[in-house]
């Protein structure tokens, strides 16, 4: 058993189609919005998200400024993801960007799985365009660090909001592990805060670990070891 799928989002965004392209085409752009880090060369985009690598994603269409999409080769089991990005400039340097994901999920789980995948998109579609609306042009360096095993995720969720101080809505603002900055995302697996100097996430890992997934733009390069042990102090236990 398995199913098809295809979900579309998009967004009108303060940044130009050069910046969008940017943003989607290249592995500097995208590591500042997606997971982990990215290489785009010689016709492939190759994702590592902390110790896993994702399947080589082939690149299909490739035209500047308007269309921009890759797709993993099907499995054995029918298993591939296709990402697609469309581009339409708009007035006073504004643009819609559109991001279609698609492919099949395998297996009599593939609901969950859905569920996690689209909860996970909503949060990386929501920080492009937070990307866009605040760092264009800049590159981030990823960080992805995963918490301990969770066994009630009811329970992992609360002791976030705790050390937020609270379940916060999205313009609210929130300080975690002594970062404060405006939450710009949430929902039911995911929440994401912007600072001044990056963008801080935390997810619901579909392997069953709560996983800081942050992009840096200052200092970002020895940050790992702190966000380990504050996960490790959260949600230990």
Do not use: C
């Not at 949060?123 to 800049?138: D, K, N």
């Not at 976030?160 to 002594?178: D, F, I, T």
């Amino acid at each position: 058993m398995g199913r098809d799928f295809e979900m579309p989002l998009e967004a009108t965004v303060e940044a130009t189609p050069e910046e969008v392209w940017e943003a989607i085409s290249t592995g500097p752009g995208i590591d500042s919005w997606f997971m982990g880090r990215t290489e785009v060369a010689e016709g492939v985009v190759r994702t590592a998200f902390g110790r896993f690598e994702l399947p080589p994603s082939a690149v299909t269409t490739a035209e500047p400024l308007r269309r921009f999409a890759h797709s993993s080769d099907k499995a054995g089991d029918g298993r591939f993801v296709a990402y697609e990005f469309m581009i339409e400039g708009r007035e006073r340097g504004s643009t819609l960007v559109r991001m279609v994901t698609s492919g099949f999920l395998p297996g009599d789980d593939w609901q969950d799985e859905f569920e996690a995948m689209s909860r996970g998109l909503e949060m990386y579609f929501a920080t492009l365009v937070e990307y866009l609306g605040h760092f264009a042009g800049r590159a981030a360096t990823p960080l992805t660090e995963f918490g301990p095993p969770v066994a009630d995720w009811a329970v992992a969720w609360e002791r976030l909001y705790a050390a937020l101080g609270g379940a916060p809505e999205v313009g609210e603002r929130a300080r975690a592990g002594g970062v404060e900055g405006v939450v710009y995302h949430r929902n039911s697996q995911t929440l994401g805060l912007r600072s001044g100097d990056g963008m801080y996430r935390f997810l619901q890992g579909f392997g069953g670990a709560m996983i800081a997934s942050h992009l840096l733009f200052e200092g970002g390069a020895d940050q790992g070891p702190r966000w380990r042990a504050w996960l490790e102090e959260l949600h230990a236990g």
